[in-house]
């Protein structure tokens, strides 16, 4: 059966027919993303020949939730089932004034970041827009979220990397974005890249965009190349020029991320040398420091260290800490999809060859 979801009004009216009204089109279009509705044959406003015969050809498409696990910070990490019974991770974050939502944008990741465990897993496929905007819907749901009610941040920042999938993650943009639609504001939508320079160009033309973060990570090319290998093809210099051309919209910030590691782009020169390179630049820093597991090489600053660093750059800019949410439940990218891996593994006698990675991922607050 085929999935509706991932399709706006005027593809959903064609699929109708020209033998119905329009009024139909967007009958349906609302209960799907407004009124999230899970069953074709509950959208009531429909007459209900209409309603069987939709259902007896689509479903609306939702993933299903595989499992999840709940932190004592409130923190919900879901690990979610594809039709192809692949799986991508959603998190759930609560704040006092706001809710967090982490969505994926492929399953894995291309990248290979060298602290990051979903870049280990590699790149399996892009998310349709379908799929993507399944993952806020079946997270709205749960939590029974309400965009007209409550503020609702959305990041683009669990697994894969947005910019190489970016026809899905504008289309599913504006389907979250469409006040008829599931109602999202845009300016608490955020993307996150590691910095694929042609596709930011790309993104900087598109009318209805999320807000830009770039995963910086590093103050030098040759640091740089080697936490993230993608920065072999676009250098630093080339980055921030990308980004002095941006076009930032009246009420917006570049975000810039970087992920502190012991006595590896901590120091004080580093932090420096990051307000040179961005300080001139509308833009906002986060901080995060290493989320720390098994198999990793690398360690997380102290407090004392960190503090330090945000000392020396928020002289220049704007600059905040952001600790990783919900460790005690597998918190980092790629964490809970590679430990259900390997349980997949052990149950078939395999040895499995993902005890060694030495990649992580933070998940932002």
Request: proline residues 7%; hydrophobic residues 40%; aromatic residues 4%.
């Given at each position: 059966?085929?999935?509706?979801?991932?399709?706006?009004?005027?593809?959903?009216?064609?699929?109708?027919?020209?033998?119905?009204?329009?009024?139909?089109?967007?009958?349906?279009?609302?209960?799907?993303?407004?009124?999230?509705?899970?069953?074709?044959?509950?959208?009531?406003?429909?007459?209900?020949?209409?309603?069987?015969?939709?259902?007896?050809?689509?479903?609306?498409?939702?993933?299903e939730i595989e499992r999840y696990y709940e932190?004592?910070?409130?923190?919900?990490?879901?690990?979610?089932?594809?039709?192809?019974?692949?799986?991508?991770?959603?998190?759930?974050?609560?704040?006092?004034?706001?809710?967090?939502?982490?969505?994926?944008?492929?399953?894995?990741?291309?990248?290979?970041?060298?602290?990051?465990?979903?870049?280990?897993?590699?790149?399996?496929?892009?998310?349709?827009?379908?799929?993507?905007?399944?993952?806020?819907?079946?997270?709205?749901?749960?939590?029974?979220?309400?965009?007209?009610?409550?503020?609702?941040?959305?990041?683009?920042?669990?697994?894969?990397?947005?910019?190489?999938?970016?026809?899905?993650?504008?289309?599913?943009?504006?389907?979250?974005?469409?006040?008829?639609?599931?109602?999202?504001?845009?300016?608490?939508?955020?993307?996150?890249?590691?910095?694929?320079?042609?596709?930011?160009?790309?993104?900087?033309?598109?009318?209805?965009?999320?807000?830009?973060?770039?995963?910086?990570?590093?103050?030098?090319?040759?640091?740089?190349?080697?936490?993230?290998?993608?920065?072999?093809?676009?250098?630093?210099?080339?980055?921030?020029?990308?980004?002095?051309?941006?076009?930032?919209?009246?009420?917006?910030?570049?975000?810039?991320?970087?992920?502190?590691?012991?006595?590896?782009?901590?120091?004080?020169?580093?932090?420096?040398?990051?307000?040179?390179?961005?300080?001139?630049?509308?833009?906002?820093?986060?901080?995060?420091?290493?989320?720390?597991?098994?198999?990793?090489?690398?360690?997380?600053?102290?407090?004392?260290?960190?503090?330090?660093?945000?000392?020396?750059?928020?002289?220049?800019?704007?600059?905040?800490?952001?600790?990783?949410?919900?460790?005690?439940?597998y918190a980092a990218c790629g964490q809970l999809?590679?430990?259900?891996?390997?349980e997949g593994n052990q149950a078939c006698g395999?040895?499995?060859?993902?005890?060694?990675?030495?990649?992580?991922?933070?998940?932002?607050?």
């Open positions: 059966m085929v999935g509706l979801l991932g399709l706006d009004a005027d593809e959903l009216a064609a699929l109708l027919g020209a033998e119905l009204p329009r009024y139909r089109a967007r009958q349906l279009y609302h209960a799907i993303y407004r009124q999230r509705v899970a069953d074709l044959e509950a959208i009531t406003p429909l007459p209900l020949e209409l309603r069987r015969k939709l259902a007896a050809t689509y479903r609306v498409g939702l993933p932190s004592a910070d409130g923190t919900r990490r879901y690990l979610l089932r594809l039709e192809d019974q692949r799986t991508v991770e959603a998190v759930f974050m609560p704040g006092a004034t706001h809710a967090t939502l982490c969505i994926s944008t492929q399953v894995g990741c291309p990248v290979g970041c060298r602290f990051c465990m979903t870049g280990a897993l590699g790149l399996e496929r892009n998310l349709t827009a379908g799929e993507i905007v399944g993952q806020v819907i079946v997270l709205m749901r749960e939590h029974n979220l309400r965009p007209e009610e409550q503020r609702i941040n959305l990041v683009m920042m669990g697994q894969g990397e947005p910019l190489l999938n970016l026809p899905n993650v504008l289309k599913a943009t504006r389907l979250l974005a469409d006040p008829e639609g599931v109602g999202l504001s845009l300016r608490r939508m955020t993307l996150s890249t590691v910095g694929i320079i042609p596709k930011i160009h790309e993104l900087a033309q598109a009318e209805i965009r999320p807000k830009l973060a770039i995963s910086l990570h590093a103050t030098t090319d040759e640091l740089r190349r080697r936490l993230v290998p993608v920065a072999r093809k676009y250098p630093l210099g080339e980055l921030l020029e990308a980004c002095r051309h941006y076009p930032l919209r009246s009420w917006e910030r570049l975000t810039f991320e970087y992920v502190l590691i012991r006595g590896v782009n901590d120091s004080d020169a580093d932090a420096r040398r990051l307000v040179k390179l961005i300080g001139q630049l509308r833009a906002t820093v986060n901080l995060i420091p290493l989320n720390p597991g098994p198999g990793i090489p690398y360690e997380p600053p102290t407090a004392d260290r960190v503090a330090a660093f945000q000392a020396i750059v928020q002289r220049s800019l704007p600059c905040f800490i952001r600790k990783s949410r919900g460790q005690d439940i999809r590679r430990m259900v891996l390997e395999a040895i499995s060859t993902l005890a060694n990675l030495s990649t992580n991922r933070t998940m932002p607050e």
